[in-house]
């Protein structure tokens, strides 16, 4: 008599080839062997641990956002748009610290754009010309496309970091100047301003934490070892450099989306997700709503 074999007879299979110590880890090696060495050390099923999880900030403010804008009167699709392109940086960011592969660092580094393409166009396409505004947009995804094209299949890095630093520079110059033209009330311009700074202020010393995470990789991997856990997780300064990025990410998004909304007519400090709210009302110095005359 022939046993009849059912998908359940391989489940012992699976989860065995699962648990095995190579499965996981058969993707291309990137990085040294000294950062490698590092890897794995919660879980076989994580790379990379703290990065990982820090990475998903990125979602919880794109998703406090998203949640924001829907309770508004004249909430659009397209100024749903930035807030799904943080919550892309976040997950793709968690995907590549996850796995380690190519593929997932390169969907890592590429999100980044998906979050400054659609800035630079709501900055650049305010009260402008259906024709001017048809022009930006052929442009803006023309220079994505062949970042993204050149990025993947020369792995060109160079073209990539000068695009998004350029993109990062025009989005932080074009809403200072957005801010002074459109918040006609000099409190509430005041109180822009200020939480357009912190974000700046927190994207510069996350690249700074970024640097010296770089710099210092061995003296940090032996703090770590010395202080063991949880002590070890407040010096992977990598997962500091996504905390303070994707502060200074949700600030672009919120500030960009209330000067092209036209909707700032009053202290904005209430709408925005912890830190932002608390820092704005310290820099501020002024409790409360005030609304325009």
């Known amino acids: 008599m022939i046993s009849q074999t059912t ?42 641990f703290v990065n990982t999880f820090s990475s998903l900030i990125f979602v919880i403010y794109g998703v406090y956002g998203l949640v924001k804008l829907c309770q508004k009167q004249h909430a659009t699709l397209s100024r749903t748009i930035p807030y799904f392109g943080l919550m892309g940086v976040g997950a793709c960011s968690a995907g590549y610290h996850m796995t380690l592969k190519y593929h997932t660092q390169m969907s890592d580094e590429l999100s980044m754009h998906l979050l400054v393409t659609p800035l630079l166009y709501r900055i650049f396409t305010i009260q402008t010309s259906p024709q001017h505004t048809r022009l930006i947009g052929i442009l803006l995804l023309t220079e994505f496309t062949v970042v993204m094209v050149v990025h993947m299949v020369m792995n060109e890095f ?35 301003r200020n939480i357009g700074l912190f974000g700046v202020g927190s994207f510069l010393f996350g690249y700074m934490v970024w640097l010296i995470d770089e710099w210092a990789c061995n003296p940090l991997i032996h703090i770590r070892h010395s202080v063991g856990l949880p002590l070890a997780f407040v010096f992977e300064l990598h997962g ?50 005030k609304k325009l005359n």
């Open 158 to 192: 160079l073209l990539h970091a000068v695009t998004f630093g350029l993109g990062v520079l025009l989005i932080a110059t074009r809403t200072v100047k957005l801010v002074s033209q459109r918040v006609p009330d000099p409190f509430t311009r005041k109180k822009l």
């Open 240 to 289: 500091w450099w996504h905390v303070f990025t994707a502060i200074g990410g949700y600030i672009a998004v919120e500030v960009v989306d209330m000067i092209t909304s036209g909707e700032v007519h009053e202290d904005p400090t209430d709408q925005l997700a912890w830190p932002v709210a608390d820092v704005a009302r310290f820099i501020g110095g002024a409790p409360g709503t």
């Open 7 to 48: 998908c359940l007879d391989f489940i012992p299979q699976i989860c065995q080839i699962l648990h095995s110590d190579g499965f996981l880890r058969r993707w291309p090696i990137l990085g040294s062997p000294d950062i490698l060495s590092q890897d794995y050390v919660i879980t076989r099923y994580i790379a990379e």
